[in-house]
C-alpha cells in the first residue's frame, strides 16, 4: 500500500477473481497451391464461399489442397490457408506472377503487405516498367481483367466533328471531315439514326469498323454522339469535386471500372466487376465524411482484382495537392482502356514450397490452431509439419494422409503400403495417420476426383469439439461419420483393419448402410502410452493450454503461500469442470511448499503440479454370452 503524507480515504481495488480460461481448439491449418489470393499470408477463412472468393476455385492441378480445405471446413468454419507459389526459378514462365497492364511480362506481388510496404508509392510503374495497373494477386485469372478510364467530361460523351456515312447491313463507317482517331477509341458507342453501336477498331480518321451491322439504309450524318463504353455504369460525367473547388483546383474528378473481359471470373465475357466514381486526381481529396477519395486509395483500399502501380501518361498534375491545380488529362477527349497480361499461376508447387508455407505456422504467438491438415504432402514435407511444426508447438495434431498411388489401383496391397510409408515417418503423439483416399464430386469442374482424407478427419475433430470436447473421440460411428463420399479408395476388411491399426494407422471404412467412418483414434507415438490415443493428446494439449494462459498472471508475483493457493484455488474449479464433462477420472493439484522448495524459491522459480487420470475410451467390446441350466441361480455362475 502505498504510505500517506496526510489524512485520507485511499481506494484500492484488488483482483482476485482470477479463473483458467476457455481456449480456441477448432481451427485448422494448411498450405497449398491456389490459383488466386495472397501469397505466404496466413487467412481465416469461415466457409467454403469465403475460400472461392479469397483464393479461388479448384483445377487440376491443385485440387488436392482445395478440397482438403474445402473438406474441414464441412465439419467447422475456422480455417487458416496460405497461399504457396513457385518463385525464384530463372525460367519466368515456371514462376508465378501478377498480370501487368505493360506489354512484358508480369511481376511477382505477393500479397497486400508486400505492395504497402515495397510499392504503394508508384515504384512498380517507373523501376519495373509493369505498366499503369497490377492484378492484385498472382495467377492466370489477372489475364481476364480490363480496367476503363473516363477521365473527363469530353472522354465521357463527345459530338464528333464532321459527317459520317454507314451503309445499311455493313459495319464499316467512313467519315468526311472526321478526326476518328483523337475522339474515339476501341470500346466507344456511337450513337446515329437512333441506333447504338460499339466501336470494335479505329482504323484512321476517316474510317472505324463497328461491332455489329448497321440497319438503317444508306446515310450520312453529322453530329453524331460518342460515349464511353460504360458510360451507362456510372451516374454523370466527371468533373471537379468539390473539394477541388473548395481549394481552386478543377477538373480532378474521373471514373474508373474493373471489367472481366474474358469471362474467368463471371463466365460472363464483358461483364463489369467494380465501378469506382467521382474519384480524383488529387492526393489531398477528401469526401464530406473525411474519407480520402485519391483515386489510387480509393482503389487499393477497395479493389478485389487490382492494385495502382503508377500514374497513366495522360495525368501530367495527377498525384499533386488539389490547391491551384487544373487536373485536366491531355489528351482529355479520350477513356483510358488498359488490357492485363503476363499473370501466371506458376508449376505445380513442390516440397520446399510446401515447407515455406508451412512455416507460417511455426510460432503458437502468432497464430493459436489445433489442427494442421497435410493434404497430399510427401514424405519430406509430412516429416517437417510432424517434427518442427506440431512436436514443435506441442499445442496441436497433425493430420497425414498416405501418397495416392499407396491406395488407388493398388489393389491388395494398400494394407501394407500404408505401413511401410507410416515406418517412415517419426513417433509422435502429435501426429495421427489415416490410411485411405475418397472419390468425391468436384461441382465446379463437373468431375469426380481422389482427395485425401485428412482434411475431413482434422473436420471430424474439430466438430466434436463444438459438439462434445476436444477430449471426446472423434471416430465411430457416433461422431466419425465422413461426408461427401461417393466411394473410398479401398474398404478395408477386418484383418486389413487389424493390420493397419496396429501400427498406428486409423482405417477409414464404408459399412453397407452405415455410411462412411473413421474407425480408429490412434496417433502416431510408436511407445505405448495414454498419449498413444488422440482424445487422451488433446485432452492434454486443452489442459495445458488453458492453464499456462492463466499462469501467466502470475509472473512477477510473490512465491508465498498466499499466492500459491489462488493458484490451487483457479486451477482445482477448472479441473472439477473438466471432470464433470468426462474428461478425466480424478486430478490432484500440488502447489505448496513440497515442491516449492527453498531452492525452487531462491531461483525466482514457481513450481505446480497437476496429476491427471484421463478418461479411456472403449475401443475393443467384448460381448460374453452364458448359458447355464434352469435350476442354476444367476449368483451363482461363474465365467
Not at 19 to 38: D, K, L, R, Y
Not at 409 to 421: H, I, K, P, S
Request: with cysteine.
Amino acid at each position: 500500500m502505498a504510505y500517506l503524507l496526510s489524512p485520507q480515504v485511499h481506494v484500492v481495488e484488488i483482483d482476485t477473481t482470477n479463473i483458467v480460461p476457455g481456449v480456441a481448439t477448432t481451427e485448422g491449418a494448411i498450405a497449398g497451391q491456389f490459383n488466386w489470393g495472397p501469397v505466404n499470408e496466413p487467412m481465416l477463412i469461415d466457409s467454403e464461399a469465403t475460400l472461392i472468393r479469397t483464393f479461388g476455385y479448384p483445377d487440376n492441378t491443385n485440387y488436392c489442397d482445395w478440397f482438403s480445405a474445402s473438406n474441414f471446413l464441412a465439419y467447422t468454419n475456422a480455417l487458416w490457408v496460405v497461399r504457396a507459389v513457385t518463385e525464384g526459378n530463372a525460367n519466368t514462365t515456371l514462376n508465378a506472377t501478377n498480370a501487368t497492364t505493360s506489354n512484358s511480362h508480369g511481376y511477382l506481388v505477393r500479397n497486400d503487405q508486400e505492395y504497402a510496404i515495397k510499392y504503394s508509392n508508384g515504384e512498380l510503374k517507373t523501376e519495373f516498367f509493369t505498366g499503369d495497373w497490377v492484378a492484385r494477386f498472382p495467377g492466370d485469372l489477372g489475364n481476364s481483367l480490363k480496367i476503363s478510364i473516363c477521365p473527363s467530361a469530353s472522354a465521357y460523351q463527345s459530338t464528333l466533328a464532321g459527317t459520317i456515312s454507314a451503309t445499311a447491313n455493313s459495319s464499316t463507317v467512313t467519315g468526311s471531315g472526321t478526326t476518328f482517331q483523337s475522339q474515339i477509341i476501341s470500346g466507344d458507342l456511337l450513337e446515329f439514326n437512333g441506333e447504338l453501336h460499339k466501336v470494335v477498331s479505329v482504323e484512321s480518321n476517316t474510317s472505324l469498323t463497328l461491332a455489329d451491322r448497321t440497319l438503317q439504309a444508306a446515310t450520312s450524318v453529322s453530329n453524331v454522339i460518342r460515349r464511353w463504353e460504360y458510360y451507362s455504369s456510372v451516374q454523370t460525367a466527371p468533373g471537379t469535386s468539390d473539394y477541388a473547388t473548395q481549394y481552386g483546383g478543377s477538373n480532378d474528378e474521373m471514373h474508373i471500372v474493373v471489367i472481366d473481359v474474358l469471362g474467368e471470373w463471371t463466365q460472363q465475357p464483358g461483364a463489369v466487376l467494380e465501378v469506382y466514381q467521382y474519384v480524383s486526381q488529387a492526393s489531398d481529396a477528401l469526401l464530406r465524411d473525411g474519407t480520402n477519395n485519391y483515386y489510387p486509395n480509393q482503389v487499393n483500399s477497395r479493389s478485389q482484382y487490382v492494385r495502382w502501380a503508377g500514374h497513366p501518361g495522360q495525368f501530367t498534375n495527377a498525384g499533386k495537392p488539389a490547391k491551384g491545380v487544373n487536373f485536366v488529362p491531355t489528351p482529355a477527349a479520350k477513356p483510358i482502356t488498359e488490357f492485363f497480361q503476363g499473370g501466371n499461376d506458376g508449376e505445380a508447387i513442390g516440397a520446399a514450397e510446401k515447407i515455406r508455407g508451412y512455416g507460417y505456422f511455426l510460432s503458437p504467438e502468432d497464430i493459436d490452431i489445433s489442427f494442421i491438415i497435410g493434404s497430399n504432402v510427401t514424405q519430406t514435407v509430412a516429416t517437417y509439419i510432424i517434427n518442427d511444426i506440431a512436436e514443435a508447438r506441442m499445442d496441436c495434431v497433425a493430420f497425414i494422409s498416405p501418397p495416392a498411388a499407396y491406395v488407388i489401383n493398388n489393389v491388395g496391397e494398400e494394407a501394407q503400403a500404408c505401413v511401410n510409408y507410416r515406418n517412415l515417418l517419426p513417433s509422435s503423439s502429435y501426429a495421427a495417420i489415416d490410411g485411405n483416399w475418397k472419390y468425391q464430386y468436384d461441382q465446379y469442374n463437373d468431375v469426380y476426383r481422389y482427395v485425401p482424407l485428412n482434411g475431413d478427419i482434422a473436420g471430424l475433430h474439430a466438430q466434436s469439439d463444438q459438439q462434445r470436447d476436444p477430449w471426446w473421440a472423434a471416430a465411430g460411428f457416433n461422431r466419425g461419420q465422413i461426408k461427401n463420399v461417393i466411394k473410398l479408395a479401398w474398404n478395408p476388411k477386418l484383418a486389413e483393419r487389424n493390420l493397419l491399426y496396429n501400427n498406428g494407422i486409423n482405417p477409414v471404412v464404408t459399412f453397407p448402410g452405415d455410411g462412411t467412418v473413421l474407425f480408429g483414434q490412434k496417433t502416431m507415438l510408436a511407445k505405448p502410452s495414454a498419449f498413444d490415443r488422440i482424445n487422451v493428446r488433446r485432452l492434454f494439449i486443452v489442459l495445458e493450454k488453458a492453464i499456462s494462459k492463466a499462469g501467466k498472471y502470475f509472473l512477477f508475483e510473490f512465491n508465498d503461500a498466499i499466492t500459491r493457493a489462488q493458484f490451487k484455488n483457479m486451477i482445482d474449479p477448472y479441473m472439477r469442470d473438466v471432470q464433470g464433462r468426462r474428461g478425466v477420472y480424478d486430478f490432484l493439484t500440488i502447489c505448496d511448499e513440497t515442491n516449492n522448495t527453498p531452492e525452487v524459491i531462491d531461483g525466482n522459480q514457481f513450481v505446480a503440479s497437476i496429476l491427471i487420470k484421463p478418461e479411456k475410451t472403449a475401443e475393443f467390446i467384448t460381448l460374453n454370452f452364458v448359458a447355464v441350466r434352469d435350476s442354476v441361480a444367476f449368483t451363482e455362475v461363474q465365467f
